[in-house]
């Protein structure tokens, strides 16, 4: 089997394909996600309010972590929030609308995650890190990569830091399946467009999208 590495699928139209894909009705793991972090971020807060570095993988479009930043905002802690993600656009133009915040300094880390293990090292030392990866990511790793990727990041933190990791729980397969192949097709479109991308990157056509 021959794969590509799921960045291709993340330039700025894949972004914006992929925000259109969690508004579908169909797709329940952003509402999901979002309906929890409503209930939990006052009690997440408290309990990493000593974690004075905030870092999330893959921040996106930052509509779940606006609920999570105004809940340690209201701690009256001074904190500092990185943002990792693949698309300097995207992450100058996501943390330009989502701040500012009175007690939290906001830093964009431009990369994937593979560069965020290189970073998480070298970011201050003395503060506890709190790691942030939701939106069940861990699922587009295979059960091998999920437990090399979460290995690697053990060794990139310190005892005391923390990890808030948002995955998809056991749910109906027919369920899962809509919320990949919705009726619009952005999902659709979403891949194609990671094929594009992939030509863009190799320089030549490899990928016709007609055979997909």
């Known amino acids: 089997v021959r794969t590509l590495p799921t960045v ?16 579908t009705d169909d797709y329940y793991l952003t509402r999901t996600e979002i309906d929890i972090l409503a209930q939990e971020s006052d009690a997440i807060a408290q309990t990493c309010q000593d974690h004075r570095v ?11 972590t606006r609920l999570l930043l105004e809940a340690f905002d209201q701690l009256g802690r001074p904190f500092t929030y990185y943002a990792l993600d693949v698309d300097h656009s995207a ?29 998480l ?3 201050p030392n003395g503060h506890r890190k709190c790691i942030w990866w939701l939106g069940s990511s861990m699922g587009n790793f295979t059960p091998q990569a999920s437990e090399d990727f979460l ?9 005391g830091d923390a990890l808030l990791l948002g995955t998809d729980g056991p749910n109906n397969p027919k369920a899962i399946h809509r919320a990949y192949h919705d009726a619009p ?21 490899l990928f016709n999208l007609a055979d997909f």
Do not use: C
């Open 185 to 205: 097709g952005i999902t659709a479109d979403f891949i194609l467009n990671g094929l594009t991308h992939a030509n863009h990157i190799l320089g030549q056509p």
């Open 121 to 123: 090292p070298t970011l």
């Open 151 to 159: 290995l690697r990041l053990q060794s990139a933190l310190e005892p």
């Open 8 to 23: 291709v699928l993340y330039d700025s139209h894949g972004l914006d394909l992929f925000d259109q894909i969690t508004y």
């Open 91 to 119: 992450l100058v133009e996501s943390l330009a609308q989502i701040g500012p915040f009175q007690n939290i300094n906001l830093v964009g880390l431009w990369g994937t995650y593979e560069d965020g293990m290189v970073y």
């Open 54 to 64: 905030l870092v999330e993988l893959g921040a996106g479009a930052l509509r779940k």
